[in-house]
């Protein structure tokens, strides 16, 4: 249990430095200016991969619990290639 909770702590920690370090760089570029097109195409590519995400671990559990990750067969087995 220790260590689960450790792991944990390493994880949020890096996840805490990840976006620390990533408002730095978003607060370093007073100067840049991004536009309707720019803020639009951002907020599209970030709500893009979060769908793509979540629909490959749909399709992940999905095929869990069908039983389609079972239904494979080794090319070492004779029978399959007779």
């Given at each position: 249990m220790k260590m689960?909770?450790?792991i944990f702590g390493v994880l949020i920690a890096i996840l805490g430095a990840a976006i620390w370090g990533a408002s730095q760089v978003w607060l370093?570029?007073?100067d840049?200016?991004?536009g309707f097109h720019g803020g639009?195409?951002?907020v599209l590519g970030a709500l893009g991969s979060l769908l793509v995400g979540g629909f490959l671990m749909a399709l992940l559990f999905f095929s869990s619990k069908y039983?389609?990750?079972e239904q494979v067969f080794s090319a070492d087995d004779e029978k399959h290639w007779d």
């Amino acid at each position: 249990m220790k260590m689960l909770v450790f792991i944990f702590g390493v994880l949020i920690a890096i996840l805490g430095a990840a976006i620390w370090g990533a408002s730095q760089v978003w607060l370093s570029g007073e100067d840049v200016e991004i536009g309707f097109h720019g803020g639009f195409a951002l907020v599209l590519g970030a709500l893009g991969s979060l769908l793509v995400g979540g629909f490959l671990m749909a399709l992940l559990f999905f095929s869990s619990k069908y039983g389609y990750d079972e239904q494979v067969f080794s090319a070492d087995d004779e029978k399959h290639w007779d």
